[in-house]
């Protein structure tokens, strides 16, 4: 347990007679990214959505940092620290870019009602909103509104707001969607820097990236983990590839 | 070869910040053209100005020889550019059955054809499209697009978020169709796939067509210029 901060053990959720996840036991190393991938559909939202909170499990257990947080909220679990990023974004489409950051840590230092006040004098929660757009290569654009935003960027945003959070764990849902091959990059190289603070559970259907990223890889089909390995031996898993890989990767 | 699509000098704002500055491009009857840059360069915006999806443009749009400039999004529509747009907008409310045949006009892509294209679209027909899983609901926006019998259809990231296996079958999908002269525009980051397929390319860079070519013109320098790769 000592060298987990996150350990997942038998979650499962049914719509009717429709398991979405069906007794899935994985776990998050200190120090780790920990790639899931597996068909569309298959089950992975769900189980991020079941991490965070905003989809009940029905059974099953979650331990974060030696911490039972199976019955907490939502939001309780954010505050102590997991942190998510949407498949479909949750930016304020309103804000700049700047000020969906600088949201995000006021989030995270719950002072979110500083809003009313003269947030924009505070020079230090700039300066770190700065800091994380300059990371995610959207320091140029800060002042752009987010709706303005290509949909690449609005992905490096996405993330942005993730790193604001500075969790103890990162959930990210397909980072690197919508991303051109620098943009990749970017994502491929800032997560090897971050894991070592804040280890990641990672969606990705970029093979390339997961593969060059992920320490450990788990494939789920139809709501169950069928397969856990490094990234050598998913690749030559038979089930894998019939399942998901395809034989031209 | 009749020219299908021609835009030039086009110019693209949102409210006040300018994101296309000159554009050009031209697709002939039957070609597949791929629209490259990287991000935020402009290539969604040329789509979404080609569609009348944006309120501030100008420059010229002729599509079969029409000018489409300004005109409302369902006009161009009618005319028939038939669009999947970038990220999963089924109509979630609906069933597959029903976003088939909401927008359909009457043509050489009917239903039997769509399924016989995706058969998984057949077997849930009668299933809300929210139930769908994200391949699943890719395939019937390309079908959706089908149904409306387009001249031009046009791909926005169409692989975006599938898995291998699933990506794989859109691309096959994609070349049948171009073996069936189906025109078609494409932005998407396989540039592999899309030197297989393509007939001609433009390179967006900040909000202008900075090149075009063949794939055989499309050398790994001009790759490494302007798309990083």
């Given at each position: 347990?000592?060298?987990?901060?996150?350990?997942?053990?038998?979650?499962?959720?049914?719509?009717?007679?429709?398991?979405?996840?069906?007794?899935?036991?994985?776990?998050?190393?200190?120090?780790?990214?920990?790639?899931?991938?597996?068909?569309?559909?298959?089950?992975?939202?769900?189980?991020?959505?079941?991490?965070?909170?905003?989809?009940?499990?029905?059974i099953?257990?979650?331990?974060?940092?030696?911490?039972?947080?199976?019955?907490?909220?939502?939001?309780?679990?954010a505050?102590?620290?997991?942190?998510?990023?949407?498949?479909?974004?949750?930016?304020?489409?309103?804000?700049?870019?700047?000020?969906?950051?600088?949201?995000?840590?006021?989030?995270?230092?719950?002072?979110?009602?500083?809003?009313?006040?003269s947030?924009?004098?505070?020079?230090?929660?700039?300066?770190?909103?700065?800091?994380?757009?300059?990371?995610?290569?959207?320091?140029?654009k800060?002042?752009?509104?987010?709706?303005?935003?290509?949909?690449?960027?609005?992905r490096?945003?996405?993330?942005?707001?993730?790193?604001?959070?500075?969790?103890?764990?990162?959930l990210?849902?397909?980072?690197?969607?919508?991303?051109?091959?620098?943009?990749?990059?970017?994502?491929?190289?800032?997560?090897?820097?971050?894991?070592?603070?804040?280890?990641?559970?990672?969606?990705?259907?970029?093979?390339?990236?997961?593969?060059?990223?992920?320490?450990?890889?788990?494939?789920?089909?139809?709501?169950?983990?069928?397969?856990?390995?490094?990234?050598?031996?998913?690749?030559?898993?038979?089930?894998?590839?019939?399942?998901?890989?395809?034989?031209?990767? | 070869?009749?020219?299908?699509?021609?835009?030039?000098?086009?110019?693209?704002?949102y409210?006040l910040?300018?994101?296309?500055?000159?554009?050009?491009?031209?697709?002939?009857?039957?070609?597949?053209v791929?629209?490259?840059?990287?991000?935020?360069?402009?290539?969604?915006?040329?789509?979404?100005?080609?569609?009348?999806?944006?309120?501030?443009?100008?420059?010229?749009?002729?599509?079969?020889?029409?000018s489409?400039?300004?005109?409302?999004?369902?006009?161009?529509?009618?005319?028939?550019?038939?669009?999947?747009?970038?990220?999963?907008?089924?109509?979630?409310?609906?069933?597959v059955?029903?976003n088939?045949?909401?927008?359909?006009?009457?043509?050489?892509?009917?239903?039997d054809?769509?399924?016989?294209?995706?058969?998984?679209?057949?077997?849930?027909?009668?299933?809300?499209?929210?139930?769908?899983?994200?391949?699943?609901?890719?395939?019937?926006?390309?079908?959706?697009?089908?149904?409306?019998?387009?001249?031009?259809?046009?791909?926005?990231?169409?692989?975006?978020?599938?898995?291998?296996?699933?990506?794989?079958?859109?691309?096959?999908?994609?070349t049948?169709?171009?073996?069936?002269?189906?025109?078609?525009?494409?932005?998407?980051?396989?540039?592999?796939?899309?030197?297989?397929?393509?007939?001609?390319?433009?390179?967006?860079?900040?909000?202008?067509?900075?090149?075009?070519?063949?794939?055989?013109?499309?050398?790994?320098?001009?790759?490494?210029?302007?798309?990083?790769?």
């Open positions: 347990m000592k060298n987990k901060i996150l350990n997942i053990t038998n979650l499962s959720k049914s719509y009717g007679a429709f398991k979405v996840t069906d007794e899935i036991t994985i776990d998050l190393h200190f120090d780790e990214i920990h790639a899931l991938i597996g068909p569309n559909g298959a089950g992975k939202s769900t189980l991020i959505k079941q991490i965070v909170g905003s989809v009940k499990h029905d099953g257990s979650i331990i974060l940092d030696q911490e039972d947080i199976t019955d907490l909220t939502d939001v309780e679990r505050k102590i620290g997991i942190s998510r990023t949407f498949q479909v974004s949750s930016i304020i489409p309103q804000f700049s870019a700047i000020d969906n950051i600088v949201l995000s840590l006021l989030d995270k230092s719950s002072k979110t009602f500083q809003l009313f006040k947030v924009r004098n505070n020079k230090e929660l700039y300066t770190n909103a700065k800091k994380i757009l300059k990371e995610i290569e959207l320091l140029e800060c002042d752009i509104s987010a709706s303005d935003l290509s949909h690449g960027d609005r490096k945003l996405e993330v942005g707001l993730a790193l604001a959070m500075d969790p103890k764990v990162f990210f849902d397909e980072p690197m969607a919508g991303l051109d091959e620098s943009g990749t990059n970017m994502m491929i190289n800032l997560f090897k820097k971050i894991k070592s603070n804040s280890p990641i559970l990672l969606i990705e259907h970029d093979m390339d990236a997961v593969f060059a990223l992920a320490d450990r890889v788990s494939v789920i089909n139809y709501g169950k983990i069928v397969a856990t390995g490094t990234v050598d031996e998913i690749r030559k898993n038979e089930l894998v590839r019939d399942v998901y890989l395809g034989y031209e990767i | 070869m009749e020219k299908l699509l021609k835009i030039n000098g086009l110019k693209s704002w409210g910040s300018q994101a296309l500055f000159d554009v050009y491009l031209e697709i002939n009857q039957g070609e597949v791929a629209l490259l840059g990287r991000n935020g360069m402009g290539k969604s915006t040329t789509i979404r100005s080609i569609c009348g999806l944006i309120s501030n443009y100008e420059g010229d749009i002729k599509f079969k020889n029409i489409i400039i300004n005109q409302p999004s369902y006009k161009i529509a009618q005319l028939g550019i038939g669009l999947v747009p970038e990220g999963r907008r089924a109509f979630t409310n609906l069933t059955l029903e088939l045949t909401a927008t359909a006009v009457e043509g050489e892509w009917n239903l054809k769509v399924f016989h294209l995706f058969p998984k679209l057949a077997e849930r027909k009668h299933q809300n499209a929210s139930t769908l899983s994200g391949g699943e609901q890719q395939m019937l926006v390309i079908g959706r697009a089908l149904m409306t019998n387009p001249n031009l259809l046009i791909l926005d990231e169409a692989t975006e978020g599938l898995s291998p296996t699933i990506r794989s079958e859109i691309w096959k999908v994609i049948i169709l171009k073996s069936k002269g189906v025109s078609i525009l494409i932005i998407d980051k396989s540039l592999k796939q899309l030197q297989d397929l393509a007939d001609k390319f433009y390179i967006l860079e900040k909000g202008k067509t900075v090149w075009n070519g063949s794939s055989k013109n499309l050398t790994s320098k001009i790759a490494q210029r302007y798309l990083g790769v």
